[in-house]
Structures are given as structure tokens and as C-alpha cells.
């Protein structure tokens, strides 16, 4: 199983970034998908979820109303929106994914399924 997370790059205070997640030989229609980030020196953290069927979002607090999440089934996709970027958002971020079950979105053991990592630089 594998995912292929991508789009990270280099950008200014207050701009956008779009990263991408495909799951490339299997469907993850019924999974659970999300992203965590990671920070030098720093412990992986929750940043947003969305549920199998796109209706149900989650997001951390820092994020929110500053991302949005969505997926695409007919590409096997799920797409973070980045707007607002700061400084402080600046990590390495990874796609995951499971099963729904009734455990915590935001615990990293929880996932199943993870992408290599696509890094985000936020200049000041």
C-alpha cells in the first residue's frame, strides 16, 4: 500500500500551498484520510482529517479557518489547502490513513498508511 503525498515547497508569509495525496494500488474510498506535520525538533502533530465520504472535516486548532481538505474519489486523492501560510507552519507533512474506528483522529499510532513526506517552508 502505498501513498504518494506531494506539492510542498517554499513560500512567503501569507501564501498558499496546495499538497496532494494519492493513494497509487489500491481505493481508499472507505478511509479514513489525513494529514499530520512535523516540525524540526518537534513531535508529529495532527492537522486535518476527512472521513470516507469527504462530508466530515477535522482540524487542528492552529489550521483552522486557514485550511481546507477535501478528496477526490475518481482520482484516489485528497488535497490540503493551505491558505494563510505562516512561519510557524513550516514542517515536513505526511498523509496517512486507516480504517474508521472509534480511536482518535489525532494519534499517530492510529494510522495504517503513511506517505513519505513533503516539506513546507514558510519564509517570514
Known amino acids: 500500500v502505498q501513498l504518494q503525498a506531494s506539492g510542498g515547497g517554499l513560500v512567503q508569509a501569507g501564501g498558499s500551498l496546495r499538497l496532494s495525496c494519492t493513494a497509487l494500488d489500491r481505493t481508499f474510498s472507505d478511509y479514513i484520510m489525513s494529514w499530520f506535520r512535523q516540525a524540526p525538533g518537534k513531535e508529529r502533530e495532527f492537522v486535518a482529517a476527512v472521513n470516507w465520504d469527504g462530508g466530515s472535516t477535522y482540524f487542528s486548532d492552529p489550521v483552522k479557518g486557514r485550511f481546507t481538505l477535501t478528496r477526490d474519489h475518481t482520482k484516489n486523492t485528497v488535497y490540503l489547502q493551505m491558505n494563510s501560510l505562516k512561519p510557524e507552519d513550516t514542517a515536513v507533512y505526511f498523509c496517512?490513513?486507516?480504517?474508521?474506528?472509534?480511536?482518535?483522529?489525532?494519534?499517530?499510532?492510529?494510522?495504517?498508511?503513511w506517505g513519505q513526506g513533503t516539506e513546507v517552508t514558510v519564509s517570514s
Open positions: 496517512a490513513s486507516r480504517k474508521p474506528k472509534s480511536a482518535s483522529l489525532r494519534v499517530v499510532s492510529q494510522y495504517d498508511y
